[in-house]
């Protein structure tokens, strides 16, 4: 019987960092069948284990990538991992975003700050097949532009999508201005500079958990149905198979059920969003 719990080696081929606190790492692996939004647990001997969303589309073979903000035990001793060194990996794990069926609907990402990791494996995805969609749109928003992940892939973005970013503040902690040109505001200002009707999209929502209230709301001031919407939870996951019930959402476990929800089975949900 194969134990679930089991986690492989997997070696480490590239480390690219995005901020200060955040770098992708380009993990080896030999057969490993994915949908974007799932994740995996990743596991370093002797400190713990963490559930990293994947940031690579399936389409990339060989490899997986993943996009870790250093913020406890695990993350801190990832990121002291270098090229060539080994860590632990069990998955994939969980329900991702949609592909088979909303093949020929337009589809709106919304992104804030560390949720374009996740968006990022369907947003690739969707555009390594773009003939099978219609428009695509991305909505990113960060706190600063040093915040923002993945900059060296902007520009193909922007030439394959209507591609619009925003930041909080164009300012310095000083006070002095840091030299962005862009739009300043948060994520939802941005709907209004959308140059087509969205009613009829299908919407991938991904951010800070304070971001989807507002999000969710202009999408329906815009015309979408709550089923058209579908939204990544964090919760604090530890087994990644429903036994640990730390994720656990009234009937929902996020691990299983999740992380990516259609809006219309959890919006009545008291703890959910």
Known sequence: MENIYKPWEAKILKIEEQTCDTKVFRLEVKKFDYMPGQFVE??????????????SGPHEKGYIDLCVRKIGNVTDALHRKKVGDKVWIRGPYGVGFPFETVK???????????GMAPLRSSINYVLAHKSDFGKITILYGARTPGDLLFKNEFERWSKEANFLVSVDTDKNPDGTLCGWTGNVGVVTTL?????????????????????????????????????SIYISLERNMKCGVGKCQHC??????????????NYEEVKNLPEAI
Do not use: H, W
Not at 104 to 114: P, W
Not at 199 to 227: H, L, N
Not at 248 to 261: A, R
């Open 42 to 55: 990743l596991t370093i001997p002797g400190v713990g284990e963490a559930p990293i969303s994947i940031t």
């Open 191 to 227: 709907f209004d500079k959308i140059p087509y009707p969205i009613k009829d999209a299908i919407g991938m929502v991904c951010g800070p958990p304070v971001m989807y209230k507002f999000v969710i709301k202009k999408c329906r001031e815009m015309g979408m149905p709550d089923s």
């Open 104 to 114: 020929g609907r337009d589809i709106l990402y919304v992104a804030g700050g560390i």
């Open 248 to 261: 656990q959402i009234n009937n929902k476990y996020v691990c299983l059920d999740g992380p990516v929800f």
